[in-house]
Each structure stands twice: as C-alpha cells, then as structure tokens.
C-alpha cells in the first residue's frame, strides 16, 4: 500500500490509500477537484470512500466524486447516510475495503457517531486524535472522547496515525505551554517547524511517538498532573483529560 495526502480546504488532508494496482480508497473527501486532481496525476481509479463523520470538511466532495465514479462504494457511520454513505458501518465491525481488511471502532467525542479505521498500520481517525492534540468535542463529552483515546491507545506503537488536520504546530505550542521542559515535545516542536517551513506534512504521525507527546494520552502522568495544579475534586483520569480540553478551547 502506498498513503498518499492531499492538502484540502484551510487545513484538511484527504487520505488516498494506493494498492499500488491503479486502484485506491479515498478518506473523507472535504472537497472533490483536489482528489480528482491526484487521482489524474497517480494514474488511480478509486473503489471506496470511507468517511469518519458527518461534518462538511470531511464529506462535502462525496457526490462530485461519485458522479466522476459512479461504481465507488461509500462506507460512514450513521450520521453520514444524508452525506453520501450507502454502506453503515458500526464498532466493531470488520469489512474488506480497498484490499485490506478494516477494524471499526467507535470513537464519539468530536461527534456522537464518529468512528474510525484501523487495518494495521494505518488508522484513519478522523477528528478523533491529533498529532499532540485531540478534537474538539462539538457533540460529546470529555468522558467519551477520553475513552475513544483509550481505545485507540490500544494499538501498537507503530501504527500510522492518519488524522485530518494540519494541527500539530498549534497542539505543541500548547502542550509546551503545560509541559515547558518537556524534552520530547520540545525536539518534536523543533522537527514538525522544519518539516513546515519547508512546506512539508507533519502527518501521518505514530502512536509511539503520540504516547510521548499527546498530552491527551498522558493523564495518568504525575508530572502532567503537577504541572496542570488539578485539585483534589478532580481524581479520575478523564477528568483530567477533561481539565486538559478547557484549557486548549481558551488557549
């Protein structure tokens, strides 16, 4: 399999996974011309689309898609069966797209039907976990997206972490703003402001390297916790994830 990124909108990315066949998976399709753009270029015909959630920056160049493709199948949760999918899909389901085989986790937080692919090692997860940040809960809870991050923690360390958004400068900026001489998060800010200065992605990342830097996967750690001065009302550890997503919405 060949992961390729297509830089969409403000700051998406749309994922093309090549079977390196002529043939592809695309993964939500914000708008259709840059994705029928590559495709052109890649020489690639794609089987699938595989959508995350419901919000236009994700599924808005589904039907442009299809019209150039009409025998493309459209896989989403729920939510998106008015965006375009024709084929549900739910937690814990498997199914064979794109010449792989796909494990289904629900991952609510950032919407309440969100979820997320993993068929090692790629995870395509949405607006669920960014690289040193997660997303923002428009229709959750703190408590679900925490437990949406603790499912995906799960998975080993050398999966790739396909998320949709250029976030990671912003989310290192915060995360440093909480944990200032924390070595890894500094010699990562130092590698992902090279990376785009020189207009290269910061993504996908690994999820090794996101247990070192995700403050959101971090909190259970003493240090985090000292340095984040959380009361003795706050002992559970998604509380202070919880804690954690306040302070990146006012930052």
């Known amino acids: ?22 043939h592809c998976v695309i993964v939500d399709p914000g708008e259709a011309q840059p994705v029928l753009d590559a495709l052109k270029q890649h020489h690639l015909t794609p089987t699938a689309i595989m959508l995350t959630h419901h919000h236009g920056d994700h599924v808005d160049g ?14 989403g949760p729920e939510e998106t069966a008015r965006k375009g999918a024709r084929i549900i899909l739910k937690s814990g389901d498997r199914v064979e797209i794109g010449g792989a085989n796909w494990t289904i986790f629900a991952t609510p937080g950032h ?38 991050f603790q499912q995906l923690a799960e998975l080993p360390d050398d999966t790739l ?68 001065n959380v009361n003795t009302t706050i002992t559970a550890d998604w509380q202070v994830f919880a804690h954690l997503r306040r302070l990146k919405d006012s930052y």
């Open 1 to 22: 399999m060949n992961l390729i990124s297509i830089p969409a909108l403000q700051d998406n990315y749309i994922w093309l996974l090549d079977d390196q066949k002529g």
């Open 62 to 75: 589904v039907s442009a898609i299809v019209e150039q493709f009409p025998a493309v199948k459209v896989y």
């Open 111 to 148: 919407t309440l039907g969100h979820i997320s692919y993993y068929s090692a090692p790629y995870l395509f997860c949405g607006d669920t976990m960014f690289s040193a940040g997660c997303g923002r809960l428009f229709e959750g809870t703190p408590e679900q997206m925490y437990q949406s």
């Open 161 to 228: 972490v396909c998320c949709a958004h250029e976030y990671t400068v912003s989310n290192l900026k915060f995360a440093r703003s909480i944990l200032p001489d924390d070595s890894d998060i500094l010699a990562h800010e130092q590698t992902v402001l090279d990376k785009r200065k020189n207009g290269q992605s910061s993504l996908p990342t690994t999820l090794g390297l996101e247990r070192k830097i995700n403050l959101f996967l971090r909190c259970n750690d003493v240090d985090l916790q000292k340095n984040l």
